[in-house]
């Protein structure tokens, strides 16, 4: 079965730094790769999506690249702000409709 | 577009009541719908998949006879948690898809459940 690990699990960085996230899976076999943000509270929020034959995608301040071969992904948020602090959530997809989640990275921007 | 909304936001209520949630698509024809649960600080678990007019398919572990889903349209999909009680007490996500490549889930803002 995927497994999903997000690390770190929390951070907190100055307002104004380029930070990484990141977000490693067990089985390579996969269809795509997905990006969230949630807000205390809220649902889901769709940041980037990446195919498998895709090696990063961008927008905005947000880039995000994937190694399918070893597993990987990583989502770098440039400049951070105070309104980007959230949970960060990765998502692989297997199948039509198999999306295995992450644990979720707590990102704290302080003013 | 691919807007997907869930009513209530938020429920309490008593322990042996019942409680549904519904779950929308706005603007698009959803053929798949699913449900997650969430408790406070992990991750989205999916409990089960509906395709209009069939019978959902559990994740193991998910009592069916607990967590009822009905998936009447191509619209609408609804959880009804059967005789809940206190640790039935979750954050509730629904999502939804339609058949193209990319098969992505377009996410409800989820309906916070309390059970006192």
């Known amino acids: 079965k995927q497994e999903v690990t997000q690390i770190p699990a929390a951070l907190s960085v100055p307002e104004g730094e380029n930070l990484v996230l990141n977000c490693s899976f067990t089985?390579?076999?996969?269809?795509?790769l997905q990006w969230f943000r949630q807000d205390p509270g809220k649902g889901l929020t769709s940041l980037l999506l990446i195919q498998s034959s895709q090696r990063e995608q961008t927008s905005g301040r947000l880039n995000a690249s994937l190694d399918k071969s070893s597993g990987r992904s990583t989502l770098y948020i440039a400049a951070s702000q105070p309104g980007d602090s959230a949970t960060y959530l990765c998502a692989v997809r297997t199948g039509a409709n198999n999306l295995f989640f992450g644990t979720g990275t707590r990102l704290t921007v302080i003013p | 577009g691919a807007v997907v909304s869930q009513h209530p936001s938020w429920v309490i209520c008593k322990s042996g009541t019942s409680v549904k949630i519904e779950c929308r698509s706005l603007d698009f024809q959803a053929t798949t719908m699913f449900w997650y649960r969430q408790f406070p600080k992990q991750s989205l678990m999916l409990m089960a998949t509906s395709n209009e007019g069939s019978k959902a398919t559990y994740e193991q572990g998910v009592e069916k006879d607990k967590f009822l889903i009905n998936h009447a349209s191509l619209t609408l999909s609804t959880l009804t948690v059967t005789s809940a009680h206190p640790e039935d007490s979750s954050f509730y996500i629904c999502?939804?898809?339609?058949?193209?490549?990319?098969?992505?889930?377009?996410f409800g803002p989820g309906t916070r459940l309390t059970v006192t």
């Open positions: 999502s939804a898809s339609y058949s193209t490549g990319s098969y992505e889930q377009y």
């Open positions: 089985d390579s076999a996969i269809y795509n």
